[in-house]
């Protein structure tokens, strides 16, 4: 089993492509009638190519493809935006906070003729705190006379402004060759992975679980062995299976394949190449014995997936070892020890015969849609609009914390952001959280909930 020819990447014809991942994008915020729009036209050349809906925006069209020197990148024009889906209109700073979170890079038009108000500097302290690079933007200098105006803005303290007229396309340039300055390649906000390629699939649980027979029955002979790292370490390799028409990536299986000797430490090493593999994946298996008490270590396992922010399925296996009084007991386990991931879909199964492995796929493809599903800002304001009137924050001390908006900020797995006006309590998040799975599915994939406090 261990002596398998292993094939470099490039025998497989797959494996192009993969680093790149999605476009940078860059957000154009600030204060309404700045020229941000006037600014995005003059990038685009007037072009007005629409590729995508952004979410946090109730308007549709505000995301383009934007090109500057050769470098591609995903403009977002935050000018158009009227965020009233719940009859709440969203403050300046609150705006831009949202374009931030959707940003790699963050383009800051300040208009340079009537200098910075309390609204750009409220801005300029959202934009420290979130550490994204800035380019300022001093717009509206149409000539010579208003540069003086642009230099008064190195007092907001983000380096230099670069004075622009974007009406006329004076200086504009430049404010582009500042932004490629701190252009990142990638977008490291929008997933880990670029789509498209085999789904990879990390097959993860503790020792004995019966991985490596899960492993042998997916894959039997249909299988292509890949050497990650061709030419270097042997240890993280790849197997391409295909299974229910497409071809997926098992990741790390060399790990599972190779019998790991109990020794001490065993269970650090275990963890490590758990935590590796994991990295790589999108979705996880994880194996448990069903036949066997749920121990601590099952549980460590899955929490380390749902940190990792991966798609889960849980797979029950040595289905065949299980009698009626088992079977109970497990039940009464698991509604004791998972209930934080009652979420995962649930395959029961028997590696060794390949008793409902076929059960697998559909499971993994739930959890992957799930991992990858947008919700619309509207339709996300619209149902947290009725779950709120119908049940409201406990009023505590007085006041009640109430939900002003919300945004879906990112996928793989879902990503979203609170804006409340007081401290929303963990019950109240679970609270939103149950609801909001029971709205749209989510099954198979950790939802990450993040509450911004209004000052
Ligand atoms: P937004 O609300 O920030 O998107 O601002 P707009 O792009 O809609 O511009 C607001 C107003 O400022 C419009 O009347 C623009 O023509 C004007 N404007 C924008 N950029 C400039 C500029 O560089 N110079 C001058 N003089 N006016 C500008
Ligand atoms: P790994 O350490 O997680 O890779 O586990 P293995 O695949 O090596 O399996 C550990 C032991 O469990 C081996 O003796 C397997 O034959 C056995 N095993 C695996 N799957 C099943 C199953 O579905 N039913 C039964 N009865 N035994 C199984």
Redesign the pocket.
Known sequence: EEDRELLSSEGTGEGQGQDAGPLPVVAVIGRPNVGKSTLVNRILGRREAVVEDVPGVTRDRVAYAAEWAGHDFTLVDTGGWSVDATGIHLRVAEQAEIAVELADVVMFVVDAVVGATDDDEAVVRLLRRSGKPVVLVANKVDDQRFEADAAALWNLGLGEPWPVSALHGRGSGDALDALLEVLPRVSSVGGAYAPGGPRRVALI?R????????LNRLAGSDRVVVDAVAGTTRDPVDELVELGGRTWRFVDTAG?RRRVHQTRGADFYASLRTQTALEKAEVAVV?IDASETIAEQDIRVIQQVVDAGRALVIAY?????LDEERRYYLEREIERDLVQVRWAPRVN?????GRHLDKLVPALELALDSWETRVPTARLNAFLGEVVAGHPHPVRGGKQPRILFATQAGTRPPRFVLFASGFIEAGYRRFLERRLREEFGFEGTPLEISVRVRE
């Open positions: 649980g020792p004995n679980v019966g991985k490596s027979s899960m599972i194996l296996n040595k289905w065949d070892l199964v028997t590696a060794r015969t």
